[in-house]
């Protein structure tokens, strides 16, 4: 599967921005999609997370109450709604996908395959 990762800009504060992660290729309902980012100098952490079929949601707890991940099956996409933004969410933000990918592995970067190109999410004080 080839990921595009889409909606990444400038915004302020307090500002809300929608992340689109659109897949080609066959089966996309077999994969859990993740979202990661990497903040400047910083490691590459894990944000988010939506399981294959079921589609259970996983969050790292700096979002969680902030962010909102869901899917798509039939568009072959995945979104991630970030709603009150801050100076500390600026990142490149990365889609990334494994299929059939265990529970106990969903936030562990190692497992996903398939990477998108990344987004650049600036968020200004």
């Known amino acids: 599967v080839q990921l595009q990762a889409s909606g990444g800009g400038l915004v302020q504060s307090g500002g809300s921005r929608r992340l689109s992660c659109s897949a080609s290729?066959?089966?996309?309902?077999?994969?859990?999609v993740a979202w990661f980012r990497q903040a400047p100098g910083k490691e590459r952490e894990f944000v988010s997370a939506?399981?294959?079929?079921?589609?259970?949601?996983y969050y790292d707890d700096f979002v969680k109450g902030r962010f909102t991940i869901s899917r798509d099956n039939d568009k072959k996409t995945v979104y991630l709604q970030m709603n009150n933004l801050q100076p500390e969410d600026t990142a490149v933000y990365y889609c990334a996908a494994a299929s059939f990918l265990h529970d106990d592995y969903y936030n562990t970067e190692r497992h996903y395959h398939f990477w998108g190109q990344g987004t650049e999410v600036t968020v200004s004080s």
């Open positions: 939506v399981k294959y079929g079921v589609g259970t949601t």
């Open positions: 290729g066959r089966g996309f309902i077999n994969y859990t």
